[in-house]
């Protein structure tokens, strides 16, 4: 009796453990995505602007794509429904197409559809508002270096200091406001923009 009373003592404690790994291990996290990075940054009057790149969608289950636009044409590869590929150029109802290889070709509108524009992939951000003055009157006080996280929208997110030769939090906190009020036009992957990190220099 006296053991399976202290079975019975224990098995409580015994349930709760397997509860919690099963619901441990019915939990999936999912992978995070990656973390900001420093990208080069020009002013928006310097960098040049690209067309939105137009898209289409296969909707046959194969598609031929073909050397020209005539279904007498060679085809030059076959494509699968769903797949999505780069607008080159039109001829009537025939679309010059970019494959994920490279690879150019033909394919009737027939069995693909058009898709919203997309903005170009670019590897640069363009700064759109004008940077504060980097000096002020009389004899140099010294130098604030930030890192600004700027998020997919443009906007900076957050600041960290990562240089302060001026020993004053006054104008610390002067160079991320400063910061903060900046706007830019992000890097772009995949058709979407990107979060980045640009590094602000104050000098006082």
């Known amino acids: 009796m006296r053991t399976v009373k202290r079975m019975g003592q224990r098995l409580p404690s015994v349930l709760i453990a397997v509860s919690v790994f099963f619901g441990l291990a019915g939990c999936k996290t999912a992978a995070p995505p990656p973390p900001p990075v420093p990208v080069p940054v020009v002013p928006a009057a310097e960098a040049k602007p690209t067309p939105p790149q137009e898209y289409v969608r296969v909707t046959g289950s194969r598609l031929n794509v073909r050397e020209q636009p ?14 999505r590929l780069a607008v080159l150029g039109r001829d009537g109802e025939w679309f010059q197409v970019r494959l994920a290889d490279g690879a150019t070709g033909w394919v009737h509108g027939k069995y693909v559809r058009s898709e919203e524009p997309c903005t170009p992939d670019k590897a640069t951000a363009e ?14 006080i010294g130098r604030v270096v930030l890192e600004a996280t700027v998020d997919a929208t443009g906007s900076v997110a957050s600041t960290k200091v990562v240089q302060d030769t001026t020993g004053i939090p006054e104008l610390v906190q002067r160079a991320e406001s400063e910061a903060r009020t900046l706007k830019f036009s992000p890097p772009v992957h995949n058709c979407r923009p990107v979060p980045f990190i640009y590094t602000y220099t104050r000098n006082f």
């Open 70 to 83: 005539a279904t007498s044409a060679a085809a030059v590869a076959r494509v699968k429904k769903g797949e």
């Open 127 to 140: 700064l759109l508002s004008g940077v504060p003055l980097s000096f002020t009157e009389g004899s140099s």
